[in-house]
């Protein structure tokens, strides 16, 4: 028996010394961040900072030139079944909905978990009405994507990553193709998640959302991490100039 005695944080996705080149370009600097389980972390910065680059390449949308990336203790392999089984265990939303156009509401939440969890189709049904119920539009089920507002199909993919039971959540600008009324009926249904113990890496520029639900702020610019604090620490006492320049601008516009 290790004598050891337990510590409260359980590291769930650990990015270490991670490098991506695109060609002479660097798109992300030698970065490191560990996302405990439990853990809200908000990834803001300005515009060609690296974050959905970041985001991209913890489910390996995005390969990286060099360093490790590991989601619970297993270290993201580069392609094939081992992948596809890691990747099953990493939702993914995106600023586009990405859902089936010619698929109903329920038939898009049901596809991963019959296709890959190999659910039974009437059992995988069930669970996506409760997940559908859950944030907010379980009547419209049986309607193609379009039949929706933007702000209803990203629920609806938020319901689709939930419906394979993933270990973290990850939100690549979830709510920047929105309108502005629908944004807040897509951060409610994330604020519910945090709530709920959800493990989740949000790229977002609602300050409002990283206020409210963030654990953690995670701020970049050029390619690297350059602080990252609790939400109330980083908002009032920035410490690096980039973020103070940051945040001002977006407090003056």
């Not at 060609?23 to 992300?28: I, N, T, V």
């Not at 939303?93 to 156009?101: K, T």
């Not at 602080?227 to 103070?244: G, H, L, N, V, Y």
């Amino acid at each position: 028996m290790s004598s050891v005695p337990p510590t409260l944080s359980e590291p769930l996705v650990v990015v270490s010394d991670v490098q991506k080149h695109y060609g002479q370009f660097q798109a992300l600097k030698d970065i490191d961040l560990t996302v405990d389980r439990g853990e809200v972390v908000v990834v803001i910065g300005p515009s060609g900072s690296g974050k959905s680059t970041l985001c991209r390449t913890i489910n390996r949308l995005e390969t990286i030139t060099s360093g490790s990336i590991t989601i619970d203790g297993k270290e993201l392999p580069k392609e094939g079944k081992g992948l596809a089984e890691l990747r099953a265990d990493v939702g993914m939303v995106f600023q586009s909905f990405n859902l089936f156009a010619h698929l109903t509401i329920l038939e898009n939440v049901t596809l991963g978990p019959i296709k890959v969890r190999k659910m039974k189709k009437a059992d995988a049904e069930k669970e996506a009405r409760a997940l559908l119920e859950r944030v907010g539009v379980g009547h419209q089920a049986d309607k193609l994507p379009a039949q929706l507002s933007g702000g209803q199909q990203q629920r609806v993919a938020i319901a689709r990553a939930l419906a394979m039971k993933p270990k973290v959540m990850l939100f690549d600008e979830p709510t920047s193709a929105l309108d502005p009324e629908m944004i807040n009926e897509v951060l409610d249904v994330m604020i519910g998640l945090a709530k709920d113990g959800m493990t989740m890496i949000v790229v977002t520029h609602e300050m409002g959302f990283a206020r409210k639900a963030a654990n953690r702020v995670v701020f970049m610019a050029d390619g690297q991490i350059v602080e990252q604090a609790a939400p109330e620490d980083f908002f009032t006492r920035p410490e690096s100039d980039r973020a103070k320049d940051f945040l001002s601008k977006l407090i003056t516009h």
